[in-house]
């Protein structure tokens, strides 16, 4: 069965910390997304990435970083956490054609 | 980038009675998909409809797309208070595998 994992459901961080958010897919897909979701705005794509070491920005990176050393896992950086980064965080993977994007449960962060 | 636009933002109704979301979008795409969202939880897949395709169906959902309007309806028919959740619709471009979402329907299906 198709499984998107996400280190931790909810983290409570301060103001200028450095957070890693991580994400684990076992479907050997290539493709990883890392999406913030806030109320009104629906999902906004941070970054991607189409293979291993190899990332893109998306609509809002921002603030944020990405690292994809191995085919299954793809990590979300904020090199200095701000209050405006709290949000709920979702990685996805995709699947060959026709492209289903598959859902991790979320990260709901709180910088405060 | 495209973005899929969800109609009504949010909707009630009581159980049994069918609930309709429509979404709308801006250019050319190679299909469109529907996810649910349950409270606090990650989203998932419903069901794929192509470009190509008019009408879809899965269990008590129904899928309309017409592409000339840019737009699909979801269908719901006979809700249960199970389907209370938030609903995306989501479009892969001709381009490749990027999926945008819209801000989502949120369905309250009263007992």
């Known amino acids: 069965d198709v499984k998107v994992t996400q280190s931790s459901r909810y983290l409570v961080k301060r103001t200028g910390e450095k957070v890693f958010l991580e994400c684990v897919q076992d479907?050997?897909?290539?493709?990883m997304f890392w999406y913030r979701q806030d109320p009104g705005l629906g999902l906004r794509l941070i970054y991607f990435?189409?293979?291993?070491?190899?990332?893109e920005k998306g609509d809002i990176p921002e603030g944020y970083s990405v690292s994809r050393e191995k085919k299954e896992r793809f990590s979300l950086i904020l090199e200095s956490a701000s209050t405006n980064q709290t949000s709920m965080y979702l990685c996805?993977?995709?699947?060959?054609?026709?492209?289903?994007?598959?859902f991790g449960p979320g990260t709901r962060l709180t910088v405060t | 980038s495209q973005q899929g636009e969800e109609d009504p933002q949010a909707l009630s109704i009581q159980e049994g009675e069918n609930a309709t979301m429509n979404c709308s979008y801006k250019t050319s795409i190679n299909n469109l998909q529907w996810y649910r969202q349950n409270s606090g939880r990650g989203l998932v897949h419903l069901i794929l409809?192509?470009?190509?395709?008019r009408e879809k169906h899965s269990g008590r959902l129904r899928v309309t797309l017409d592409t000339s309007k840019k737009s699909s309806s979801l269908l719901i028919t006979a809700s249960q208070a199970a389907d209370t959740a938030s609903y995306f619709c989501?479009?892969?471009?001709?381009?490749?595998?990027?999926?945008?979402f819209g801000g989502g329907t949120r369905l309250m299906v009263k007992p």
């Open positions: 996805a993977s995709i699947s060959g054609s026709p492209h289903e994007q598959y």
């Open positions: 409809i192509r470009s190509n395709e």
């Open positions: 479907m050997d897909h290539e493709n």
């Open positions: 990435s189409y293979d291993v070491k190899m990332k």
């Open positions: 989501a479009t892969e471009d001709n381009a490749g595998n990027m999926l945008t």
